[in-house]
């Protein structure tokens, strides 16, 4: 059994682990609101983006932009968005059995983030690049990460270019997508989206009732598309990067609380077996100056 020093010894140690998850929880649930408003702010850019391009689209073979080319062969680069600390629950590891689960075994890698791009070195996974996105995240940072993959696809290095992230939903959910980027994914008669849209989608028969729907493309739609796709791919990398980021901070200040409450229950029982002991140590004591006062009378 731990003697009094011991258990007064632990509960320092506990204590001090407490107020470090504490702070943690604090900092991360400051950076978790402005992650979860920038991420749940540019949904409404994103889903405009992708009627016009339904609406562009619609009318032309997928043949006329390379973007939109599917092709035969199943060459694979995967985008992978991870974390670059821990701390944040098990979003890498969930993020990591949906890669294993959705994408083809010889499949190639871009990695943001040092979590998953360490565990393909070690899982022997190729990792073509990798790049550093700061917090929060910047427009100008995931361009060049875009321009890359969608730079593959047209050299037809790749057939197809997935993305790997994790979706944020609310604070207590977050869940790991893998989505198709290139080609671009065009409406199945099974779904009730027009298209797979980075953080959600949006409803096409809703769409097709707009009446603000019916507008004109100048100098002509086909130079229109070809300047929007560009524009598509950009935006959806770095509506990626706000989902898995606004993820990662909720995740973290919710391992955090979860830490901290584990902390001050932990100290609770330690409190609790020190009084025990002590109060065992106290009454040991009082019989002992009874028996000699007895002894001595």
């Given at each position: ?182 080609p671009l994914q065009g409406h199945r008669p099974d779904e009730d989206q027009a298209f797979e849209m980075i953080g959600g ?97």
């Amino acid at each position: 059994m731990a003697n009094l020093r011991d258990i007064r010894r632990r509960i320092k140690s506990v204590k001090n682990t407490a107020q470090i998850t504490r702070a943690m929880q604090l900092v991360a649930a400051a950076k978790m609101k402005k992650a979860q408003d920038q991420a749940l702010g540019g949904r409404a850019y994103s889903k405009h983006l992708l009627q016009v391009l339904y609406d562009i689209r619609k009318n032309f073979r997928d043949e006329l932009h390379p973007y939109l080319e599917h092709r035969p062969g199943n060459r694979e680069l995967v985008l992978v968005i991870s974390t670059d600390k821990g701390l944040c629950g098990a979003i890498n590891t969930n993020l990591a059995r949906k890669i294993q689960a959705q994408t083809s075994p010889q499949a190639d890698f871009v990695t943001v983030g040092r979590k998953l791009r360490v565990l393909c070195e070690k899982l022997g996974r190729k990792v073509i690049a990798d790049f550093t996105v700061r917090d929060p995240v910047p427009f100008g940072e995931t361009r060049p990460i875009a321009s890359f993959v969608g730079k593959q696809f047209l050299e037809r290095n790749y057939d197809k270019v997935s993305i790997a992230f994790t979706n944020f939903y609310n604070t207590m959910r977050q869940e790991p997508k893998v989505v198709t980027l290139l080609p671009l994914q065009g409406h199945r008669p099974d779904e009730d989206q027009a298209f797979e849209m980075i953080g959600g989608g949006f409803s096409l028969e809703a769409h097709k009732s707009d009446p603000d729907r019916d507008y004109e493309f100048e100098p002509n739609p086909a130079e229109v598309l070809a300047t929007i796709l560009p524009l598509y791919l950009n935006y959806e990398v770095f509506q990626a990067h706000l989902e898995a980021r606004a993820s990662e901070h909720s995740a973290r200040m919710v391992a955090m609380k979860s830490a901290t409450d584990n902390a001050q229950k932990f100290i609770k029982e330690l409190t609790l077996e020190y009084n025990k002991l002590r109060q065992g140590a106290i009454t040991s004591e009082l019989l002992e100056i009874t028996t000699a006062m007895k002894a001595m009378e």
